[in-house]
Every structure is written in structure tokens, then in C-alpha cells.
């Protein structure tokens, strides 16, 4: 889990250009409201990013405000999804 942690950290910062070291970014830190301050536009971004670097799918359904909570509600979620069978 702390891999994907990592990996989820770096891609929030590289893909939104963030002037901080993804080291520095508290696991439990909200997203949006938080010190973060993302947006509905970063979202977008974010789901793009997963979706490439862990070779999953995010359905709309799965889309809710629960899931962005944190990096730590997102790296469950990828941690999840890496775990369940794929569709061949």
C-alpha cells in the first residue's frame, strides 16, 4: 500500500505541476477544501493518471466525492481495484 501511496503522490504533483515534494504530503490530507485546494478540473486529471499508471478503469458509478477524500481513500481504492480479477 505505501508503494501505491507514493506512486499517487508523485502523480498529483507532476500532473498538476504542484510546488511541493510529494514526500511532504500528509496520507490523510483532504483534497479538496484542503490545503491542496483541488478542483473538479484536477479530478479529471488525477482519474487519468491512475487509469494509466495502474492499467485500471474508473466507472462513473465509482466517482464520488468519498473516493477523493484523501490519498489514502484513493490508494485503497487503486488497491482494490488492482486485486479484483479483469475481464479478458
Not at 490523510?28 to 485546494?37: D, R, Y
Amino acid at each position: 500500500m505505501e508503494e501505491i501511496i507514493s506512486d499517487i503522490k508523485k502523480l498529483i504533483v507532476e500532473r498538476l505541476n504542484l510546488q511541493v515534494d510529494p514526500d511532504e504530503i500528509n496520507d490523510n490530507e483532504e483534497l479538496f477544501g484542503g490545503a491542496m485546494g483541488l478542483d473538479s478540473l484536477a479530478t479529471l486529471e488525477i482519474i487519468a493518471a491512475l487509469e494509466n499508471r495502474f492499467d485500471l478503469e474508473v466507472s462513473d458509478e465509482e466517482l464520488t466525492t468519498e473516493l477523493f477524500t484523501s490519498i489514502k481513500t484513493l490508494a485503497e481504492y487503486v488497491q482494490n481495484k488492482l486485486l479484483e480479477p479483469k475481464n479478458v
